[in-house]
T-cell receptor
Framework: EAGVAQSPRYKIIEKRQSVAFWCNPI?????LYWYQQILGQGPKLLIQ????????DSQLPKDRFSAERLKGVDSTLKIQPAKLEDSAVYLC????????????FGPGTRLTVL | AQSVTQPDIHITVSEGASLELRCNYS??????LFWYVQSPGQGLQLLLK??????LVQGIKGFEAEFKRSQSSFNLRKPSVHWSDAAEYFC????????????FGSGTRLLVRP
């Protein structure tokens, strides 16, 4: 079974530029999560989708971050414009059901904002 | 406020020695409890979880964890550490509400001496 795929794996941008990350969850998984992991900290949930609807985006900085999950499969997370403090690893995870289930994580995208 | 605390930022043990990583949580009710491991460049992998029942939980790779309600703790243990166990370990909780979201501690980095 293929795992959660993310791209790119690494990205370096200047502040005020925009960037987008892509996630392909495990086939058939209804729930998709985006986490931000700043160096030295644990992952923090940014947004949770159930199929293609948003369940929780309470910690998403909506003035600069946006995310979508078209057709309930792939998802993209965008930052526009980026700030220095956005430097982090962005992790995507998916789980099978719409209730509580094990979350499977992708390898992450490491973003460096200069 | 709800929180997850991993008091040890780094722990160094010799190969073959026993290991205990500490985790304490602060919630109104007992949440679901998890331990994840993150190896360099890898996504998070679930080691074990506690939902209810037997308070000693067995996981993968020879790990176990014990839930102690009176201490609000969920410590991870392994009787004999292998060099390949060197990684970052995260304790996480999920409140027993409808959010199903994971809240992570800040992690403990395990170093293994040959």
């Amino acid at each position: 079974e293929a795992g959660v795929a993310q791209s790119p794996r690494y990205k370096i941008i200047e502040k005020r530029q925009s960037v987008a990350f892509w996630c392909n969850p495990i086939s058939g998984h209804a729930t998709l999560y985006w986490y931000q992991q700043i160096l030295g900290q644990g992952p923090k949930l940014l947004i949770q989708f159930q199929n293609n609807g948003v369940v929780d985006d309470s910690q998403l900085p909506k003035d600069r971050f946006s995310a979508e999950r078209l057709k309930g499969v792939d998802s993209t997370l965008k930052i526009q414009p980026a700030k220095l403090e956005d430097s982090a690893v962005y992790l995507c995870a998916s789980s099978l059901g719409t209730g509580f289930g094990e979350q499977f994580f992708g390898p992450g995208t490491r973003l460096t904002v200069l | 406020a709800q929180s997850v605390t991993q008091p040890d930022i780094h722990i160094t043990v010799s190969e073959g020695a026993s290991l205990e990583l500490r985790c304490n949580y602060s919630y109104g009710a007992t949440p679901y409890l998890f331990w994840y491991v993150q190896s360099p460049g890898q996504g998070l992998q679930l080691l074990l979880k506690y939902f209810s029942g037997d308070t000693l939980v067995q996981g993968i790779k020879g790990f176990e964890a014990e839930f102690k309600r009176s201490q609000s703790s969920f410590n991870l243990r392994k009787p004999s550490v292998h060099w390949s166990d060197a990684a970052e370990y995260f304790c996480a909780v999920a409140p027993m509400d409808s959010s199903y979201k994971l809240i992570f501690g800040s992690g403990t980095r395990l170093l293994v001496r040959p």
